[in-house]
């Protein structure tokens, strides 16, 4: 053991493991590190529509999302999903929540303003998919292009189109998921 620090000499296995894991994390950058022009920091962009929206998310148990579904997303909440595309157009964006233009204009003048369970569902799905699309492409606009571009993994249907069923939507994720970790296969 003549290896060891006099520290680390002292120690138990389990500890000796857990101080280097420690260690090894330490000296890892994070994975969204602060943005750097030659080692001075940089401001950072404002936040997007996006990093709202994924803000909220990721503070979402399971049961608030059940219960978001149950008692129904607001339009303006939709509006504001919507809203947050630039590349992918209104037509195929209502096609995934599974109502028309004339629905939302509807539900936007009634008491509730709220959608039904069903697209409720699909607009949470579609947060879901889309933030991790940009989590693993990088940016919004590469996430945007992905999800209306055939894809060679989902038989070369476009995975925005999957997206409308939630058997294709968990295709769409394992596929994301494959590319994240590199296995295409």
């Given at each position: 053991m003549g290896h060891l620090s006099n520290s680390e000499n002292?120690?138990?296995?389990?500890?000796?493991?857990?101080?280097?894991?420690k260690k090894a994390s330490a000296k890892k950058p994070a994975k969204r590190a602060a943005l750097t022009t030659n080692g001075v920091p940089r401001l950072a962009a404002p936040p997007s529509a996006w990093s709202q929206l994924t803000l909220q998310r990721d503070?979402?148990?399971g049961l608030r999302a059940h219960d978001l579904v149950t008692k129904?997303?607001?339009?303006a909440v939709a509006k504001q999903v919507m809203g947050a595309f630039q590349l992918i157009d209104e037509t195929q964006l209502y096609n995934v929540l599974g109502i028309s233009q004339k629905t939302m204009q509807r539900r936007s003048a009634s008491a509730t303003k709220t959608l039904d369970p069903n697209a409720s569902d699909r607009a949470l799905r579609l947060v879901s998919v889309t933030s991790q699309?940009?989590?693993?492409?990088?940016?919004?606009?590469?996430?945007?292009?992905?999800l209306s571009s055939p894809a060679m993994g989902l038989d070369r249907r476009k995975p925005i189109d999957l997206l409308q069923s939630t058997e294709g939507t968990e295709m769409v994720k394992t596929l994301l998921t494959r590319m994240d970790y590199g296995v295409y296969a």
């Open positions: 002292h120690m138990s296995v389990s500890d000796r493991v857990t101080s280097k894991a503070m979402m148990t129904g997303v607001s339009v699309a940009i989590d693993v492409l990088g940016s919004q606009d590469a996430a945007e292009r992905w």
